[in-house]
């Protein structure tokens, strides 16, 4: 796999799941990165400064809830101010929610669209602002198959990961002329806090429809963004990648 040594990643919701495990694949192939958590947790220091010093990599963090705007720009506007390098913007964090139409209350799918949507673009304005001046980048989107397939229960998670994939290929075209590439990722079901909260029925059908026959790992997602943010993947763009063992 290429190295990505000399390159800074900024990674949202890094200190669990799927996020993490993209941390971990990044800095064991020699990136930098800027950790974006919603909380400052002494384990996932210790755990940064433990993966900095095993691949001598720089982490640093940051902190912002994507419920709250004025967070997330109060934390990037101070980012900014120390004129950073940023290669790799993974959106990753995001929240799921299961509950059908006639019982899901306006306010909740609003909420979803909010941590799923509109703070991915609020992230994405300021980091691409950073990369146009570049004259290089590479964003990847955390969307989901659950976008794609017919679910019941997904007017909020399933159509906020639907709106997340239309924003990829969107900016995609209208960041391209700045050299800079935008992917999302669709992954089926992965064996993380967020699947396993998943109802079981849901679980099952995601194995039964699986021609594996079973969830994914954390790591077999972070090892396609490790080659999707690399050059190796430099032709590839607006593209909305399904990892998930054959649905
Ligand atoms: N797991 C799956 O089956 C699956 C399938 C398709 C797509 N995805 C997508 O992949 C991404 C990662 O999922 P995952 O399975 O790793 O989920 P996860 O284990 O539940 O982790 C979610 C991450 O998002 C962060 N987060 C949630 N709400 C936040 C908020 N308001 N502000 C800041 N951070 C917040 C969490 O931070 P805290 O620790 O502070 O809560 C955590 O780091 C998500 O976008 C998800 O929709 C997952």
Redesign the pocket.
């Known amino acids: 796999m290429a190295s990505l040594s000399s390159k800074t990643a900024l990674i949202?919701?890094?200190?669990?799941?799927?996020?993490k495990a993209i941390l971990e694949k990044l800095a064991s192939l020699g990136c930098n990165v800027i950790c974006a958590?919603?909380?400052q947790t002494p384990e996932f220091e210790e755990f940064t400064l433990e993966l900095s010093t095993k691949f001598d990599v720089s982490i640093q963090h940051i902190y912002?809830?994507?419920?709250d705007e004025e967070s997330i720009k109060t934390s990037l506007n101070q980012l900014i101010k120390t004129k950073p390098t940023i290669d790799i913007l993974i959106n990753?964090?995001?929240?799921?929610y299961g509950g059908i139409m006639l019982m899901t209350p306006l306010k909740k799918i609003k909420e979803v669209f909010q941590?799923?949507y509109f703070s991915q673009i609020l992230i994405t304005q300021y980091i691409a602002k950073i990369m146009t001046k570049q004259k290089s980048g590479v964003i990847i989107n955390?969307?989901?198959?659950?976008a794609m397939e017919n679910f019941a229960g997904g007017s909020a998670?399933a159509a906020s990961?639907a709106a997340v994939a239309t924003f990829t290929r969107t900016t995609a075209n209208e960041l391209a002329p700045f050299n800079i590439r935008v992917n999302a990722i669709?992954?089926?079901?992965?064996e993380?806090?967020?699947?396993d909260?998943?109802d079981q029925k849901t679980q099952e059908l995601f194995n039964t429809r699986s021609d594996f026959k079973r969830?994914g790992t954390?790591q077999e997602v972070a090892d396609l963004i490790a080659f999707l943010v690399s050059d190796e993947a430099k032709y590839i763009t607006g593209q909305i990648i399904r990892i998930d063992g054959g649905m």
């Open positions: 949202t919701g890094c200190n669990r799941g799927i996020g958590t919603r909380n912002f809830d994507l419920t990753n964090a995001g929240i799921a941590v799923n955390m969307s989901s198959v659950m998670y990961k669709a992954p089926g079901l992965i993380t806090e967020m699947g909260a998943m969830r954390p």
